[in-house]
């Protein structure tokens, strides 16, 4: 089975930047997409971005031009350069893996972004 594990998740002063790392434990990890997502209290859980085998990459338009997803091969890891935060993107990050039908995902780190 995959497993996911993030961190890098913490407190900091809106304006300022924070990095998420996601590493994956399968040897085949290249092959798959991969995406960050995020969910506050009480609220739906949204996708974030996402980075393909081909390397092209995907955000939502609410961190569009802020954040940043990228990858190192050789460490299994999955990045998520977050600049100019904002409290807004306060909660819980998630990395997910997709292998043919299954959604595998980490358990999630803690952003807080204060006013």
């Known amino acids: 089975q995959v497993q996911l594990v993030e961190s890098g998740g913490g407190l900091v002063q809106a304006g300022n930047s924070l990095t998420l790392s996601c590493t994956a434990s399968t040897r085949t990890f290249s092959r798959y997409s991969m995406g960050w997502y995020r969910q506050a209290p009480g609220n739906q859980r949204e996708w974030v971005a996402s980075?393909?085998?081909?390397?092209?990459?995907n955000y939502a338009g609410s961190v569009e031009g802020r954040f940043s997803i990228s990858r190192d091969y050789r460490k299994n890891t999955v990045y998520l350069q977050m600049n100019s935060l904002k409290p807004e993107d306060t909660a819980v990050y998630y990395c997910k893996l997709v292998q043919s039908a299954t959604d595998y995902w980490g358990q999630g780190t803690q952003v807080t972004v204060s006013s």
């Open positions: 980075i393909y085998p081909g390397g092209t990459v």
